[in-house]
Nanobody, 123 residues
Framework: QVQLVESGGGLVQAGGSLRLSCAASGDTFSKYGMGWFRQAPGREREFVLTINWSGRRTDYADFVKGRFTASRDNMKKEVYLEMSNLKPEDTAVYYC????????????????WGQGTQVTVSS
């Protein structure tokens, strides 16, 4: 069992930056691949990025490449999403998730989810 809690969301101006954190507790953190997803009002939840157990491999959705970066600290049991050059279309609730299958883009393959943190980007 893993519990995940996101933090760091807020309101930012277009072009600004935010750093989201996801704190984990429970089972051994380092054995999970981690992912970030987001869901905007009226839209389906979509994949943002995923990071493997060590943090040395990442996959990114095309719309965030060059702007978002994932990292993790297994000693602190935390995973991070650093966002820069934010756009109004990035406005969404951002969720972190943990998968025993390792890094994956498929939301169905994640075992545990946080409750999300709101990111709002103003124009």
């Amino acid at each position: 069992q893993v519990q995940l809690v996101e933090s760091g969301g807020g309101l930012v101006q277009a072009g600004g930056s935010l750093r989201l954190s996801c704190a984990a507790s429970g089972d051994t953190f380092s054995k999970y691949g981690m992912g970030w997803f987001r869901q905007a009002p009226g839209r389906e939840r979509e994949f943002v990025l995923t990071i493997n157990w060590s943090g040395r491999r990442t996959d990114y959705a095309d719309f965030v490449k060059g702007r978002f970066t994932a990292s993790r600290d297994n000693m602190k049991k935390e995973v991070y999403l650093e966002m820069s050059n934010l756009k109004p279309e990035d406005t969404a609730v951002y969720y972190c998730a943990a998968s025993l299958l390792g890094m994956t883009m498929r939301s169905q393959e994640y075992d545990y989810w946080g409750q999300g943190t709101q990111v709002t980007v103003s124009s």
